[in-house]
Nanobody
């Protein structure tokens, strides 16, 4: 299993941007698909985006398509989530998680979460 640490959450105004980072440690990072999830108070956890293992196909929730971009740097054991045009509805705790190879697999390693708050 990988160990994951999410960071980069902050307070930001609507329309602003943030980049979240997920730092991984462990064995064979390139083997894992990495997903970003979020959970707002009183809401179900939602998968925001995922990037598979090499060569790194991506997918996005409809609510973030065109605004968020996921990427990975296998050499640095890092996954990023660039979030643009942020809305108040994006306010949540964001988590990164790992699954074997593809985004359709079970996510069995989770980071601790980072808070994103969008407010005016």
């Amino acid at each position: 299993q990988l160990q994951l640490v999410a960071s980069g959450g902050a307070l930001v105004q609507p329309g602003g941007s943030l980049r979240l980072s997920c730092a991984a440690s462990g064995f064979r990072f390139h083997y894992y698909a990495i997903g970003w999830f979020r959970q707002a108070p009183g809401e179900e956890r939602e998968r925001v985006s995922c990037i598979s293992s090499r060569p790194g196909s991506t997918n996005y929730a409809d609510s973030v398509k065109g605004r968020f971009t996921i990427s990975r740097d296998n050499a640095k054991y890092m996954v990023y989530l660039q979030m643009n045009s942020l809305k108040s509805a994006d306010t949540a705790i964001y988590y990164c998680a790992a699954a074997p190879l593809i985004c359709e697999a079970d996510f069995d390693s989770w980071g601790q979460g980072t808070q994103v708050t969008v407010f005016s």
